[in-house]
């Protein structure tokens, strides 16, 4: 995805025009994003996916080639590269259209041919940005292989009983927690009873995050104070970087802190991948 940004103190309202404060273009979309924080972070990151045979697709590209990512299983599609339309508040709080494009061009037995051939992988991390048939594909090759899967259900849509089943991490964020579980976080009971005997986190904003471990036992885990500037891609720096320290050996309650920390970094600063640390930042973190 290609995040197109405009930056206003106020959101106009149906009907009404407003001028805003700046637009920008910047590299987005939450699987890349969380691909880019894992790279930042130190991963050896492959990326499989699709992007349009135009301009955005081809900056995206490059912009992986440059993070050195592997792309060997980056297509390209006739179809437009997808796009986000985000509109930032002057409070830092975003709403956010996404036109998909090229993404929904994926094809589940390219992606379970990119699965299979990629030698030491231990971590498979897919969003609802894609057709889930080809994340449920992705995710049963990987379980084959004995991978960890993470799911980020964003943005929300009803995931399948399958998909479910061969996912070992969930990680929501307040809203699609409450879209899943019919509840809001607002309790440890509630937590609890989400999705017993499976290991989820729930990413609570500015309030951190609470770890609900598989044998039921609930973490929750402050954010540092920050003064937040845009949160466009917060969560997503919190899902890469978690999985990358899962993929490392951390334990789960450490790869929470380090998600957390990042993950509140990007919030003072602008944009979604331009406002992630860098590696040498993330080194001062862990
Ligand atoms: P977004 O959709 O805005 O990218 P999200 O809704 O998916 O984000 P959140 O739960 O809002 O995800 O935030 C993810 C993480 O980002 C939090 O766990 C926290 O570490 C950090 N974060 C978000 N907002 C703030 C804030 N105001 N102050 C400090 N940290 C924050």
């Known amino acids: 995805m290609i995040d197109l940004t405009a930056y206003a103190k106020n959101i106009p309202l149906p009907g009404q025009t407003l001028e805003g404060e700046l ?32 301009l955005f697709g081809d900056s995206i590209a490059e912009n992986f080639k440059k993070l050195g990512m592997n792309s060997d299983f980056v297509d390209r599609s006739d179809t437009p590269n997808g796009v986000a339309h985000i509109w930032v508040d002057g409070n830092g709080e975003n709403r956010i259209v996404i036109i998909p494009g090229a993404n929904y061009e994926i094809d ?12 030491d992988l231990t971590v498979v991390v897919a969003q609802c940005e894609i057709k889930q048939e080809v994340t449920l594909a992705a995710f049963s090759a990987a379980k084959k292989r004995g991978c960890t ?23 929501p964020n307040e809203t699609e927690f409450l879209e899943l579980h019919g509840k809001a976080p607002s309790s440890d009971e509630i937590l609890k009873e989400f999705r017993p005997g499976k290991n989820s986190i729930v990413t609570l904003g500015s309030e951190g995050a609470a770890l609900i471990k598989a044998d039921g036992t609930i973490t929750r885990i402050a954010a540092p104070k920050v003064s937040a500037v845009d949160t466009t891609g917060a969560g997503d720096a919190f899902v890469g970087t978690f999985a990358f320290a899962l993929a490392s050996g951390k334990s789960a309650i450490d790869a929470v802190n380090l998600g957390i920390k990042v993950a509140s970094m990007s919030v003072t600063r602008k944009g979604a991948q331009s406002s992630y640390p860098t590696q040498i930042e993330i080194s001062t973190l862990s």
């Open 23 to 54: 637009f920008t273009t910047g590299f987005g979309g939450k699987g890349a994003n969380q691909a880019v924080i894992a790279a930042h972070c130190g991963a050896d990151v492959h990326f499989i996916g699709k992007l349009g045979r135009d």
């Open 149 to 171: 899967t993470i799911l980020n259900p964003a943005p929300f849509q009803p995931l399948s009983a399958q998909l479910l089943e061969v996912t070992d991490w969930i990680i």
């Open 108 to 119: 589940p037995a390219r992606a379970i041919q990119g699965i299979n051939s990629i030698q």
